[in-house]
């Protein structure tokens, strides 16, 4: 079946630090690709997306790119700022037969220390 | 445009009752969505609802669990005879279609 997995965590940087949070996937046909934030005691926001091979979803400095090949969506960003503590989710919605319920990665627990 | 609106924010339901779980979705929206997230788990999806349709109820448990989207009003999921196991945290999200979901901020459930 289609499936997630992401890297485990805690992920703990110093700020400025380059971030790298690995997520591989299992799906049939063509899934898009999200990235979710969770802050504290919040719901999920998306934080960027890809819908082919190939794409790169970008936002507030976090880049993916859809990697048919190695079936992967690797988020990273450059230089972490402590804001960016959060829980981090990868997720994909279906491709064929697509209801567009997301299937979820266990999330990667990010910690920026100042 | 107010977001995705969830209440209570936290619940408290001691085992046998019944927990009723609220969500409006944004204006606009038809498509709503239930999913559940275990302690230190991500989310897994439950029901897919358009209004007054269950859509895709894979992910809802066999006994217990029901969820409706009326013509008019919230959505609601509703946990009869809730068990410890039930304690989670609860999330809706809406879209207008299948894609381009907006998250609420959830609702935290505790059994005792």
């Known amino acids: 079946g289609n499936s997630v997995t992401q890297m485990e965590g805690p992920v703990t940087l110093s700020e400025e630090a380059f971030l790298t949070i690995n997520c591989t996937y299992t799906a049939t046909g063509y899934p898009s690709l999200f990235w979710y934030v969770q802050y504290p005691g919040e719901g999920l926001q998306l934080l960027l997306k890809a819908t082919k091979a190939d794409d790169k979803g970008s936002n507030k400095g976090f880049e993916a790119t859809y990697r048919k090949e190695t079936t992967s969506f690797h988020l990273e960003k450059g230089s972490v700022q402590v804001s960016d503590s959060a829980v981090y989710f990868c997720a994909l919605t279906h491709g064929s037969g697509n209801t567009g319920k997301l299937i979820f990665g266990q999330g990667t627990t990010l910690q920026v220390k100042p | 445009n107010a977001g995705v609106m969830q209440n209570p924010r936290h619940l408290v339901r001691r085992r046998g009752q019944e927990a009723r779980l609220r969500c409006s979705p944004m204006?606009?929206?038809?498509?709503v969505y239930w999913y559940r997230q275990l302690p230190e788990e991500g989310l897994k999806f439950m029901v897919y609802l358009q209004k007054e349709n269950i859509i895709d109820e894979s992910g809802m448990p066999k006994e217990r669990f029901s969820a409706e989207f009326p013509k008019e009003g919230p959505s609601i999921l509703r946990i009869q005879q809730v068990v410890r196991g039930d304690s989670a945290a609860y999330f809706c999200?809406?879209?207008?279609?299948?894609?381009?979901?907006?998250f609420g901020s959830g609702t935290r459930l505790t059994v005792v």
């Open positions: 999200a809406s879209s207008v279609g299948q894609d381009g979901y907006t």
């Open positions: 204006k606009g929206h038809s498509h």
